[in-house]
């Protein structure tokens, strides 16, 4: 039973940390005001650029490049929304498609086509020991970063004026502070999260970046950011909670295949959606958690 | 034509671009253009060796591919604008297509009739269904305020996850014939196929005059009836619109329902005509490519049908660059610089307004 456990615990915390830091970087753009469904794309470029970074540079830098990359792309995103008054989702998607197609053709260019070289892994602490060993730095960082980034948004003036930004601009730029500046800030932030997400899965969850990822990670860390009502402990603990459940369902199949024989697969890999639905339709009307002014650009000639 | 402005030049900017980038990779500028003229041959056909060697097949066939997979595309296409148009983004068109296509695999595949009744009933089974899944998503729009770009994110998935891992390997999985093993639904019966026009030289198939007389349809449906007048009154102003007596919400269902159901003709149409079985997995995500599409074509359907037929032909051009090291997905890239480069909305708006004639774009 305990082996059971420590398993189903290690396989979560295995898989969370790259959808934590993706929902929480989706939190901190949405809470600014700008709609965030490039996650996406920008994981998969900083899973990509992380791994290929990595052939040439200590793991750990290798991450950090896979950060800006998604911060690179974020602020494509931010000009285009933010400069430009580009329809946020729009952007979003486009950047998707774009990484999707671009990771696609420069891995067949320059690798393989099923993924780049093998690269050192992170480094795991306390190999062997039960519950709490074996994990990488980002694991760790994945658990402690939701407080850090709640107590940003909720206790410090910076997080003050980043929720305003979000929820009536023109408060904001009533007080004189610049609503593009936090925008960008906050987008360009998100970039780095879901760069990081990205490059979890190709340093620590796997030794490379295979042309598949992150296989709609990304839309589930939006799914998660929803769940958990656009606030960083909440859509932290909904992708831990997507983590688990899909711990759980890979742990069935290896070790307990009968039970899939009563519930298929599909439906285990549907619920966390359907949850995210059932929770939203369960909302009274108009009682929406979301920034009231999510998706719109700022015109500061409304008020 | 003013408005069709940003999209041609976008398009021209992204091909340019991509280029670039193509260049850049291979690392050799002169690989890069034999690419790119093996796309433009694999996607309106190889005429010069056509007028030496007199063989058809080498312009009907690379035609064939490109109109069907505009054909495709156009419906996607279609489907996003026709949800824009009462200003709702229907991101799940690839949803709605995926589980289009389920329904016309399992009509193709366990009824028997005759074939103009066995095609119409697969198809129109396909976008009923599709239309189903649109309707999931307006409901929780409509009567519990959910927004459609997150409910139809959550539906994607829904749809992908029980279709794929648990219709298509579970209760319909194709049973085994012999000693091969087979993988997705079963094999659609050739009363439900879709008619191929030249069927010796390419796949072209009856899909493509379907997409195109429905993108002229939902035209004519837009701009000249009094329904597609107060949908286009719903998306620009809903208050507005309510106030001056349109059924708001019976345009949003209605136009959502047509969303999906266009989707999942896509989805159908897919089956239908090439694949002939769910397959194990739906690779294609044309659902996501309507989103490119329709915005390519700036919302109008005929902008969508324009849009779906040349980068239908560049996707079909683009298997053909696999030779020179380049994947065939080289033209979404395209597509999707275009999207990004479409995207900047004000840009262009000013870019069109220094011109000195009148009348802007909306």
Redesign the interface.
Known sequence: MLQVLDALLKSTLEAAPALVFAALGAVISERAGVVNVGIEGMMRAGAFAAAVAALVMPTPAGVVVGMLAGATLALLHAWLCIRWRADQVVSGMAINLVMLALGTFVLEARFSPNGTPSIAQLDRYLTGVPFIGGFTALTVLALAAPFALHGVIQRTRFGLRLRAAGEKPQAVAAMGVSVSRLRYLAVVCSGLLAGLGGATLSVAVLDRFEHHMPSGLGFMAVAAMVFGRWTPLGAAGAALFFSFGSALRIGLTSSAPGVLEVVPQGFLMALPYLLTLALLAAQKKGAGQAPAALGTPYDPELR | MRRALPSVLSVLIALLVSFI??AF??GDLGQAASAYLAMLQGAVGDWPRYFETGNPSTVLRPIGEAGTKAALLTLTGLSVAVAFRVGL?N?GAQGQMVVGALAAAFIGAQLQLPSPLHVTLALLAAALLGSCWALLATG?KL?????E???T??????AV???????V??PLKATASGTNSLSGTAQIHATAELPRLVADYSRLNLGFFIAVALAVAVTVWMQRTRAGFESRAVGLAPKAAEAAGVPVARRVLQAMAVSGALAGLAGGTLILGTELKYPATLAS?YG??G??IA?IGQGHPLGALGTALVFGALRAGGTHMQLF???K??P??I???A??LV?????WERLVAKKPAAGGVT
């Open positions: 980038a193509a990779t291979l983004f991101i929780l009567w519990r305020g959910v927004h770009v997150i409910s994110i959550m539906l994607n998935w829904v996850s029980l279709v794929e891992n648990w219709l390997v579970g995500p996501f490519d989103i490119a915005l090291g380049v994947h997905s080289f979404e890239l597509q999707g610089l999207l990004l995207a900047a909305k004000l840009f």
